[in-house]
Nanobody
Framework: QLQLVESGGAVVQPGGSLRLSCAAS????????VAWFRQAPGKEREGVSC????????NYADSLKGRITVSRDNSKNTAYLQLNSLKPEDTGVYYC????????????????????WGQGTQVTVSS
């Protein structure tokens, strides 16, 4: 079993930055890929990024590429999502998820590939 807890969400002005964290408990974190998803109000959840189990491969949704960076520190059982140049349309609940799922460049990041989920953290971009 794996439990995931996100943190770092906040209210931030347009153009600002945030670093979200995904802390895991369980012994298999370092063998699982981690993905980040977001759900804007009234919209479906979308995959934004993933990082492979050892951190060597990262993948980004085209809509956010260039503004986000995903990383992980397996010694701390934690994954991160750095969000830069935030826009109001980035507002939503951000979730991390983990599973034995390939994280490959260009491969769609879809929620049905992931079994373990955190509860989400709210990001609000507003002036």
């Amino acid at each position: 079993q794996l439990q995931l807890v996100e943190s770092g969400g906040a209210v931030v002005q347009p153009g600002g930055s945030l670093r979200l964290s995904c802390a895991a408990s369980g012994s298999t974190f370092d063998t699982r890929a981690v993905a980040w998803f977001r759900q804007a109000p009234g919209k479906e959840r979308e995959g934004v990024s993933c990082v492979s189990a050892r951190g060597g491969v990262t993948n980004y949704a085209d809509s956010l590429k260039g503004r986000i960076t995903v990383s992980r520190d397996n010694s701390k059982n934690t994954a991160y999502l750095q969000l830069n140049s935030l826009k109001p349309e980035d507002t939503g609940v951000y979730y991390c998820a983990a599973d034995y799922t390939p994280c490959l460049v260009g491969r769609p990041i879809v929620d049905y590939d992931y079994t373990y989920w955190g509860q989400g953290t709210q990001v609000t971009v507003s002036s």
